[in-house]
């Protein structure tokens, strides 16, 4: 199978684990490449060693699938747009859409943020569009890693 040109933005994910998680999802939905900015752990260590609790979570997604640190998200969205990329931020918003009604473009990226707080709204306001997972139960969010994959497979038709 041929690498999409979908791809995926995380900024300032606190948790190796979820990294992790995100890396295998995005292997198995074909995702071409992983951006990794503000303080989201990294693969390897500042020495250049494997993050052993990264990999666990991975599987080997984080050897298979690129990945690039970003120092500057918003300047890095601004290249992707014009690279021709559609920024797709998985947040709740009031200015969010159902995720089921966003279709499929040939190049997508997927915004996703801290756990806690969610994408900063400076960087928000950076997405082409906002979707949102609505939620049915009594918490008022989902884990990042599994927002993320819900959101991939449905809005890539996988």
């Not at 993050?51 to 290249?79: C, F, M, N, S, Y």
């Not at 993320?148 to 497979?153: K, P, R, S, T």
Request: glycine share 6%.
């Amino acid at each position: 199978m041929a690498p999409s040109s979908h791809s995926i933005l995380l900024h300032n994910i606190r948790s190796a684990e979820n990294v992790g998680a995100i890396f295998r999802t995005a292997d198995a939905a074909g995702i071409s490449k992983i951006y990794l900015s503000g303080y989201t752990p990294l693969p390897i260590d500042r020495f250049g060693r494997p993050r052993k609790d990264i990999a666990k979570a991975a599987l080997g997604a984080e050897q298979t699938i690129l990945w690039e640190v970003v120092p500057d998200i918003v300047a890095h969205i601004e290249v992707l747009k014009k690279e021709g990329a559609t920024i797709v931020a998985i947040e709740q918003s009031s200015r969010a859409v159902d995720y089921k009604t966003i279709s499929p473009q040939p190049k997508m990226v997927f915004l996703l943020g801290n756990e806690v707080e969610g994408i900063a709204p400076e960087i928000l306001l950076q997405a082409d569009v906002i979707a949102e997972i609505p939620m049915h139960g009594k918490k008022e969010s989902l884990n990042v890693s599994v927002a993320c994959g819900i959101a991939l497979f449905r809005i890539l038709g996988l």
